[in-house]
């Protein structure tokens, strides 16, 4: 599904993180016409369960569900794979050998390790046409594995990362990028990494996304080759919209 929108040519692809375990607010990201979404357990208390739930509404009303892990470990993003979300984004993939390492979990032999879970959503409960092949083909192919470049060593292996099998894309995050490079919330400094990584990957011809604030960014990222773009959050929609609901309200 993701993978599929990578592939599609045209503008980049919009999606924004979600955070909040509710249905309703899931439903009006969905309705809004978001592409995709990255279901983001790394910084919010959502638990397996609300993952699994957000997964199955979202696919359902065809906005592709990512889901970012909270670490490089197999547990729980086998468990969201197997719920079929459309890609994983692992957070702080510092260099090629542990890009390498952590992807492996994530393909079927012999290129990985991933296991076999048939039973499960991905498997269409065990009657996914086509049967096992089919399950493994669509968990080799369709799936997208995402790297995030967000530390100064990612950046400067760059090359090395966007070279090793398995890493289907790569998503560059400022945030944590100006952290590393010692200047908490950006600089030109954190402008210029995230301008080297997207050019490297487009270089590399392997598809890259990041997260914008503001128009002028979005354009500017879409223009430098960026495919997926992200902008906010459904926490700081609800958050703004209050805000400003209130404010007005005092204003009248
Ligand atoms: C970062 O910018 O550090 C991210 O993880 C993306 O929000
Ligand atoms: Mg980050």
């Known amino acids: 599904m993701f993978q599929q ?3 599609s040519s045209g503008p980049p692809v919009v999606g924004t993180f979600v955070k909040i375990p509710s249905l309703e607010i899931a439903e009006i990201i969905g309705e809004a016409g978001f592409d995709f979404v990255v279901i983001d357990t790394e910084h919010a208390l959502l638990s397996v369960r ?3 739930s957000l997964v199955v509404l979202y696919s359902r009303m065809n906005v592709a569900p990512l889901v970012r892990v909270t670490d490089h470990g197999y547990g729980d ?17 510092s260099g090629a050998a542990q890009a390498e390492m952590t992807m492996r979990q994530f393909l079927f032999p012999p290129a990985g390790t991933r296991g076999m879970g048939l039973a499960a959503r991905a498997g269409l409960w065990g009657g996914i046409r086509g049967g096992s092949a089919e399950y493994v083909r669509a968990g080799q192919e369709d799936v997208a594995r995402i790297a995030m470049i967000e530390d100064q060593g990612a950046v400067e292996d760059i090359e090395a990362i966007l070279a090793v099998p398995g890493v289907d894309a790569v998503f560059i995050g400022p945030g944590d990028l100006s952290l590393s490079l010692g200047v908490p919330g950006g600089s030109p400094a954190v402008h210029e990494a995230v301008t080297r990584s997207i050019k490297a990957a487009v270089r590399a011809g392997v598809p890259v996304g990041t997260v914008v604030a503001g128009e002028e960014q979005i354009r500017l990222r879409a223009e430098q080759g ?3 773009i992200l902008v906010g959050n459904d926490t700081g929609m609800v958050s703004a919209a209050a805000r400003r609901t209130l404010a007005r309200a005092r204003e009248a």
Not at 77 to 93: N, T
Request: net charge positive; charged share 20%.
């Open 77 to 93: 993003a086998q468990r969201y794979l197997d719920a079929g979300a459309a890609g994983i984004l692992v957070p702080h993939v």
């Open 50 to 52: 609300d993952v699994y």
């Open 5 to 7: 929108l990578l592939k």
């Open 226 to 228: 960026c495919r997926f």
